[in-house]
Antibody, heavy 116, light 107 residues
């Protein structure tokens, strides 16, 4: 059974950094593109980034480009999101999701709060 | 960016009713639309992909239609467990975008 679990969220000051992790199980992680999607409190969903499998091509939303870096470690079935220069508007629940388009499985999310 | 305009923003219906949620894209996106269900405090779950394909395990009372710019999600015979917020999503062009959501409640 496919399973994703995020970790690494927390409270950080504006300008600070956090590194989110997502571990997948129940499927061949290295076969799939993987995505990060976020949801500000009480708001809608916003696609953040995705990474291909194999050659690891990366795509980002304009709102995070140059500040966030997506990466993966297939040997550890893990996806990462390095978040630098955090802003108040980055406050959200961050979800990892399998695949880049259908997002057929999601983790429960990890909360990132950016506040002084 | 492609805008996904979803309506209504909220909806109240009775158990057994047929419910329809619509999503209009700001440009032609062929069949590249997915629908998700998000229950309170939980992550979204995929219901429909490529406009009309039901994900394995999703009840058959859920169905999707449309192509181009206009899409619908229909729930036949609404059940109490269908209380949730529903989102459409386009995956035709980056940045992928979502509708603003439809909050469905039971009367």
């Amino acid at each position: 059974q496919e399973h994703l679990v995020e970790s690494g969220g927390g409270l950080v000051k504006p300008g600070g950094s956090l590194r989110l992790s997502c571990v997948g199980s129940g499927f061949n992680f290295s076969d799939y593109y993987m995505s990060w999607i976020r949801q500000a409190p009480g708001k809608g969903l916003e696609w953040v980034s995705y990474i291909t499998n194999g050659v690891n091509i990366k795509y980002y939303a304009d709102s995070v480009k140059g500040r966030f870096t997506i990466s993966r470690d297939n040997a550890k079935n893990s996806l990462f999101l390095q978040m630098d220069s955090l802003r108040a508007e980055d406050t959200a629940i961050y979800y990892c999701a399998r695949d880049f388009s259908t997002h057929d499985y999601w983790g429960p999310g990890t909360l990132v709060a950016v506040s002084s | 960016d492609i805008q996904m305009t979803q309506s209504p923003s909220s909806l109240s219906a009775s158990v057994g009713d047929r419910v329809t949620i619509t999503c209009q894209a700001s440009q032609d996106i062929s069949h590249y639309v997915n629908w998700y269900q998000q229950k309170a405090g939980k992550a979204p779950k995929l219901l429909i992909f490529d406009a009309s394909n039901l994900k394995t395990g999703v009840p058959s009372r859920f169905s999707g239609r449309g192509s181009g710019t206009d899409f619908t999600l229909t729930i036949n015979s609404l059940q109490p467990e269908d209380v949730a917020t529903y989102f459409c999503h386009q995956c035709k062009n980056l940045p992928y975008t979502f509708g603003q959501g439809t909050k469905l409640e039971i009367k």
